[in-house]
Structures are given as structure tokens and as C-alpha cells.
């Protein structure tokens, strides 16, 4: 099952990367520069994938904060908010982005739903497909979250064209210990 | 940049998906299922793709920690501890690996170093690639990264084989809100 | 201001918890003995209150969770959960009340608040003052957190009492590195 | 033992926070309010002490950040790290210090240990007796713990002072959610 798990997970994954718009890409790339700071969010394993983009936008240069840790501070209309959420109905998820659409704040969903209610609280809509998917090689959330873990470290390698970077300028800023 | 990086992502990760050893696999899972609790640790985004894959732990039905986090009780002989280090030299995680060895937990070290620091201290070395990358489509960790969420969400489906479990039976263990 | 903040905080916090029933505390002390599994959730400075006394718990020998991290695990009618909110109308912590008061674990409520939404859910509440506060001396919720702090650390010599078991005991289980 | 417990922490803290110098208050406050950014770093309930701290600087609008945190950037030499250890000996405490000295920023130690390895590491050093304590009534590091809790949020009070800040200030910058 080992192998066929990984290419059934890599094959899928290309086809919904493949799948996501060259406008969404772009897009997203202009949000994200535009913003003042960069909130995420997400439940569960895709707060861990939310995590993971989180700390390469530090290394970016650009000011990022993941929701609900110790000293994130309060999101203001000039910021945007990443929220990650497979079904698109994750309560706390929901929470947040209620909150933060009457404060104005932009707000990017990554969602295999595209009609969730998180869909309905989105800007923008980057879907990456959960479907077509085999439960026994790639259980629950699986495909979608390691999709979205691509997905987002494709987009650090747009944002580096974009912002003029190099692999060296992120690990200047690259913190290590513990 | 976008489309190039993901592809790269792919394609390098199969390689070196491809190239663990059967027998790795195989020991792996043994030792996950001989022991009494699995503990996982690692720092930055290996730690977060340790987390991943100790949520999935749980929802197989075993006892697994995350070091480091509040209730995270102590490690005993009978345990093992799965370390995840690209370098293999991160401190925090041989300071893990020095405690845990003294202790006579199984180490398993999941590393692109198989001749590091970590590697030394492990009764079992995953080797996950981290080379032939291209540093501004896949910089620092990344592809190390996403190779070992990969690996792990693999051996989750061959996990549910040798424990007769379907999604369903994950399903039913997989912690809601918050 | 500094000797005058630490002198109103322990005053007040004493009279505070001089305003807890010995009923409650034998209540409380039951419950924890009584149940499979106690979770632990609270939001901002009120969370980390109950990661103290989580960690606690488990260098007791109970077996305990906070809800949101890693490897929780899911909630059963056998366990109990308690819930800390100053306010008692923090919405993620009545999200998890709700969850749970239909699961049927038992729920204990500490907030300042015993007409609150969190106080309704709750099958045992224990009132924590947050009041007579000098605003400049114990700004927003400092009081009540401070006073919860010391409660349940009270509350652990209690369990130390009840269960028979000394430092020592507590030290044997405690993790160490990290 | 409940009320016994309580009374015993609350008049030992009171009797530890009375021995802090004023002069150590001081320095204190003036390297926070030149420092560029405020790090802090902790293991275990000292680590949650050092998240309660964080948590309120970044309402008096000062940045600050936990070590080990997603987005926790890299120290620089204009900034100013605190380091929670009542025996100053952890030994991730210790890995901080050691890297956060080479950088040059300023350390200050919080630990019950004056002549600890970490207190050797200081600029300053706030002294917080874990001593005269019963076991039985604040095991281990309790006394440590609560009494720097409180002296943090009496700091607090002394920063709203020296910086003009009332309550009202701190509520505008306290993220609310999840």
C-alpha cells in the first residue's frame, strides 16, 4: 500500500494543482503583497498546512501571523486572512472569517468546496480538490492537505520571483533553534 | 514560477519516495505497532510535519505524542520516538535524541543526512532526499519537507492494511473543534 | 506601580478564592477522580491557565488533554471537561461546550461569570472573581486568570491528598526536555 | 489542603515579589521600552508564564514574540530576550541563551537560581525564590511559577504607567478569537 498510496496522492495532486486558475495564482500573489500583514488559520491538520506557508511569508520579509498563537494581534482592514478549511464548514474556521469580514479585512479561502459557506465569506476562492481520491490510500483530508502544502510552498516560489528573492534572502531570515 | 514548482515538488519527491528501501517501511511499521506510546518530535516545519502525522496516529487508534506540547507525558523504554531533522543537526532534536537514547526508547530518524548527528543516535534511518532540488523552486527544506509528509501519509495507508482499518474507523477517532 | 499591582492581585485573589465552597472543591475533586479523561479548554491567557493545570493532571497519573492541541484525542460521555472563561461568552469555548454537553462528558465551568452562556452548559460551575479590580493595577482579565492560576494549583495539593501521592510522585512523571 | 495551599502560595509569592529590587524593576522596564523587538522563551509552565508576559506586550503595543513559535522571527542584536527558568538549568533555556549571547541581544534570566548556568548568560537577572515552600503544598516549580505570573502582569501595571496607557489601550489591541 506504501507505494501506491504516494503515486495515487502525487498523481492527484498534480491534477488538482493543474486545476487551480492562472488568475487565482496571480491574484493571490497581488493580495498577499498588497496586505499590511498576512493572518492564517485553519483547524487540524490544515491549520498545520497554514502553519507551514506561515513560516516561509517570515522568511519572504513579509509580516505574518497564524491565528489563535500567543501574540498575534488584532486584524485591521488593510489586512488580508488565509483560511484553510477542506469541507468549508470548520466552525472556529467560520468564526474567524465572520469576524473578520465585518472588520474589512481581504479574506483567500482554500477550500475543495467551493459553494461552503467559507466560499461565501471569500474574496477569493483558490479550490483544491479532495475528490477522486481512494479513502484506503488517501483517508479524510489527505489529498487535500498535502495538495494545499504544495500548492503554497508553489506559491513561495512565485512570491520570490515576484518580490526579487533568492533561497539565500530567505535563509537570512531563517530563526532556528528549538 | 508557480506550475514549475509544484511539478519539481512532484517529480523530485517521487524520486525520492522511490527510494526507501522496502525493508524500511516494513521495519517502520513494525516498530510503530510494537510500542507503547509513539512520540514524535522535530523543530520548524519538521515539526510541523511530525504533528501531521501524529494526528493520524491517533485516529489509527495509537497512543502518540508530540514532544513538546502541554501534556506530553515522559518517554519510557517501551516507547519509541520518531525524530525529523532535514540536517539531522538541529540541537533541539538531538538534545531529544540524547535524552530518549539514555532512556532505551526505539529512535526512528527521518533525515536527508544519513550520515548526521541524528542518524548516529537512530536504531532505523529514513532517508528522504533533499538534493537535486533547484533552491528557488523548492528552497531550503521544502522538498524534504513535503517528501516526509508524503512518506508519512503513506505509511498511514499501509498502516490501516496491517491493522484491518478503513477510513471510516478513522473517521470515528478524528477530534472535531477548536 | 509594581508593589501596588502584586499587593492588590494577591489580596484580591485570596478573597476571591476564600469565596470558593468547600462543596465545589470536593465536587471538582470527584469529578476529575470519577472521569475516564479530563479535557481542558480556554481561549488567550485563559487557555494557558489550563495548560498549567493540565500538565499537572498528568504528573498526577490522570489522563489529560487540551482540546485544540496536536494528539487530542476525541471527547467521550466518560470523560469530563473543564472549561475556563472569564467572561463565559468566549465563542470558542462555548463551541466546545456545545459539542460536548451532547456528547454527555460532564462540564466544569470556571468563570467570574454565573449567569453566563458557559455557566448554562455547565453541570458544575466554579465562580472565580474578577471584580473590585483596580483597571490600572489588574487590567481586563488579569485577576480572574491569576485567581484561576492559584485555584487549580490548590487544587492539585487537594489531589495530592486524595490520591496519596507526594512530590515525588509528581516529579517521576515529569517531562523533561524541550 | 485547598485553602491550606492557597494561602501558603500566596504568602510566599508576596514574600518573593517584596525581594525583587527596585533597581531590577527598573532596568527591567528600560530594556523593554528600548529593545526593538521582546523575545521569550520558556520549557514547560515556565514557557506558559513567558505566553501569559508575551500576550500583554503585545496589547501595550510593544512587539513581541515566543521562541519556538510559528512565525517567531530571527533575533538581532537590538533586541531583548527573556528567559524563564526556576532552576536555570534547562536545557533548551540554555541553547537560546547561548545562540541569542553570540547575537549579542540583551538577556534577561528570570530563575529562582542565581548562580545558575542561565543566570551567567544575563545582562540582568530577576531573582524569584522557589525556596521555604512545602512540597506538599506547591510542588516543584509551583511557587517559581506563580510568583513570576504575578510579577509579570505587576510589570504590566509599571509598563501602563510608563508608557501612559490605561486599560482601554490594552482592550483595543486584544485579539479576540479561537
Known amino acids: 500500500m506504501f507505494r501506491g498510496a504516494y503515486q495515487h496522492i502525487l498523481s492527484l495532486s498534480e491534477e488538482s494543482l493543474n486545476g487551480v486558475d492562472d488568475s487565482v495564482v496571480n491574484e493571490t500573489v497581488d493580495i498577499i503583497k498588497s496586505s499590511n500583514q ?49 469541507t468549508g464548514m470548520t466552525k472556529s474556521t467560520l468564526l474567524v472569517a465572520s469576524v473578520v469580514k465585518r472588520i474589512g479585512a481581504k479574506i483567500i479561502a482554500i477550500t475543495s468546496s467551493e459553494h ?51 533561497e539565500e534572502d530567505l535563509r537570512r531570515r531563517h530563526a532556528i533553534w528549538v
Do not use: C, W
Not at 508553489?154 to 515576484?162: F, H, P, R, Y
Open 116 to 166: 461552503s459557506p467559507l466560499a461565501k465569506y471569500a474574496d477569493l476562492v483558490i479550490h483544491v480538490a479532495n475528490e477522486h481520491r481512494d479513502g484506503s490510500l488517501a483517508p479524510l483530508g489527505t489529498l487535500f492537505e498535502i495538495s494545499t502544502v504544495i500548492l503554497l510552498d508553489s506559491l513561495v516560489a512565485e512570491l520570490m520571483v515576484k518580490t526579487g528573492q533568492s
Open 38 to 86: 498576512i493572518f492564517i488559520y485553519g483547524s487540524g491538520r490544515s491549520g498545520l498546512v497554514g502553519k507551514f506557508f506561515a513560516m516561509r511569508l517570515v522568511q519572504l520579509g513579509f509580516t505574518s501571523y497564524f491565528i489563535g498563537e500567543t501574540i498575534t494581534p488584532i486584524v485591521t482592514k488593510d489586512d488580508s486572512v488565509i483560511l484553510i478549511s477542506n
